[in-house]
C-alpha cells in the first residue's frame, strides 16, 4: 500500500477543493477512437464527466486505452467520434492557435518527466514561458513562486541528470503550473517512483489541488494511487468504461472481476492458507467458526466493543485488513471464534454488526 490514511486525515484532503465545485468541468461525450490500420476501437463510446475540483482518476491495465484516452482530452490525439468539452469548449472545434493558446491552460505530466536534459532545473520551469512570450521579470518570479511550492528551491541551478526521480516529477510539476492551469492532466505521474517517493508527489498534487483549485484527470494503473488521492474514479477495460464512482465506492465494493483484480487483493480474498483448512460443515470437536465481517462504506464501522458485546467465549483476530476512504470503513475483518459457537446462533448474534457478514465455514487444524 502507498499509505494508510486514519479517519480524520482524509477528511481534511479529500474533500474537492473548489467552491465552484459540483459543475462539469470536463466532458467526455460519445469518445471513440481507431487507430489508423486497426480493426478494433481503442476507445468505445467513452462518456465521462469530471466535476470543477474533483480529483479524477482513471485506472486500467496496460493497453486498456488511458494513454489514448488522456492523448485526446489534450488533443495530441484526435477522436474517432465524439466530443470532449472542458469548460464549455469543445476542444475539436479550435483552429491551431487557439489550441496552442488552450494547451497552455492545461498542466500536463508525464511518467518520464520529459525534461530537457541541457537545461537546469530553473530553466526547464522557465522555458513554456519564454516560448509563450511571457516578459523575463514575470517569468523569473512564476519560477520563483513554483520551486518555492514544489520544494526545490535549493536545487534550482541543478541539472536534471543530478535530480533524483522525485526531484524530477516536482520540476515537471512546476513547469505544468507556469501558466496557472485549471486543469492539470497527469500521465502515470508515480508509476517509475518507488512507493516513498510516490507518497512525496502524490502529497504535493493533493495540495495543489486544495490551495490552487485546481482539476486533476490522471491515469494510472496503480489503485493506491486512486485510494489515495483521487474522489472520483473510473476503471477502463478493452477501451470501454466498466464501473465509475465515488472511490470509497468501487474501492470497496467493486461490481466487476476486472477491478476487484486491479484492488489490494487483501481486502478481497481470503488468506489462502486458510483455505485449504476451511469445510462447510464441523469437522470434529475442534473445528472453529471462521466469520467474515465485511466493511464496504456503507455505515457499519469495526466496532470492536460492539463485537465483544454480542460474541461469547474466545474470539481470535486472526486477519485485518481495514482502512479508511474518506471517513468510511472499507475491508475486511477475519475472526474464528471457539469451539462453542455454531452457525446459526452466530448469524443471529452478529445481524447487522458490518456490512456484509458471512459465516465462511469451520477450520480445523490451525
Ligand atoms: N499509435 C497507435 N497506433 C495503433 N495502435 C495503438 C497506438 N497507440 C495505442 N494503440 C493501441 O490502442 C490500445 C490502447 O492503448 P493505450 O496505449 O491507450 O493503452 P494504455 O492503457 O495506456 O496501456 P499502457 O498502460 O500499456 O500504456 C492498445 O491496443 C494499443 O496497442
Not at 492557435?97 to 530537457?116: D, P
Not at 486491479?262 to 467458526?289: F, G, I, K, M
Not at 470503513?329 to 477475519?334: E, K, R, S
Amino acid at each position: 500500500m502507498v499509505s494508510l490514511t486514519l479517519p480524520g486525515e482524509q477528511d481534511a484532503v479529500l474533500e474537492p477543493a473548489h467552491e465552484g465545485s459540483g459543475k462539469a468541468h470536463v466532458q467526455i461525450l460519445g469518445l471513440s477512437k481507431r487507430y489508423a490500420g486497426q480493426t478494433q476501437d481503442a476507445l468505445k463510446n467513452i462518456n465521462l464527466q469530471v466535476k470543477r475540483g474533483e480529483i479524477f482518476g482513471i485506472i486500467g491495465r496496460s493497453g486498456a486505452g488511458k494513454s489514448t484516452l488522456i492523448r485526446c482530452l489534450n488533443r495530441l490525439e484526435a477522436p474517432s467520434a465524439g466530443q470532449v468539452v472542458i469548460d464549455g469548449i469543445d476542444i475539436g472545434t479550435l483552429r491551431d492557435r487557439e489550441l496552442v493558446q488552450w494547451r497552455r491552460r492545461t498542466g500536463m505530466i508525464f511518467q518520464h518527466f520529459n525534461l530537457l536534459s541541457a537545461k537546469t532545473v530553473r530553466e526547464n520551469i522557465e522555458l513554456p514561458m519564454k516560448v509563450a512570450g511571457v516578459p523575463a521579470a514575470e517569468r523569473q518570479r512564476k519560477v520563483d513562486e513554483l520551486l518555492a511550492l514544489v520544494g526545490l528551491e535549493q536545487r534550482q541551478h541543478a541539472w536534471p541528470a543530478q535530480l533524483s526521480g522525485g526531484q524530477k516529477q516536482r520540476v515537471g510539476i512546476a513547469r505544468a503550473l507556469v501558466h496557472d492551469p485549471e486543469l492539470l492532466l497527469c500521465d502515470e505521474a508515480t508509476s517509475a517512483l518507488d512507493p516513498e517517493t510516490t507518497r512525496a508527489i502524490l502529497a504535493l498534487l493533493k495540495k495543489i489541488n486544495q490551495q490552487r483549485h485546481i482539476t486533476i484527470v490522471l491515469i494510472t494503473h496503480e489503485m493506491d494511487v486512486v485510494h489515495d488521492l483521487c474522489h472520483q474514479v473510473a476503471v477502463i477495460d478493452q477501451g470501454e468504461i466498466i464501473e465509475r464512482g465515488p472511490v470509497w465506492r468501487v474501492y470497496s465494493d467493486p461490481q466487476q472481476e476486472t477491478t476487484r483484480q486491479l484492488l489490494n487483493p487483501q481486502h478481497q480474498a481470503l488468506p489462502e492458507y486458510l483455505v485449504p483448512l476451511l469445510t462447510s460443515q464441523r469437522q470434529n470437536t475442534q473445528s472453529r467458526l471462521l466469520v467474515r465481517l465485511r466493511y464496504t462504506g456503507q455505515g457499519a464501522s469495526p466496532d470492536l466493543g460492539a463485537l465483544s458485546r454480542r460474541l461469547a467465549g474466545e474470539v481470535t483476530l486472526l486477519f485485518s485488513a481495514i482502512e479508511w476512504v474518506e471517513n468510511k470503513a472499507t475491508g475486511q475483518l477475519l475472526l474464528l471464534l471457539d469451539t462453542s459457537h455454531d452457525r446459526a446462533a452466530t448469524q443471529q448474534a452478529l445481524n447487522g454488526i458490518a456490512d456484509q457478514l458471512e459465516i465462511a465455514g469451520y477450520v480445523t487444524g490451525l
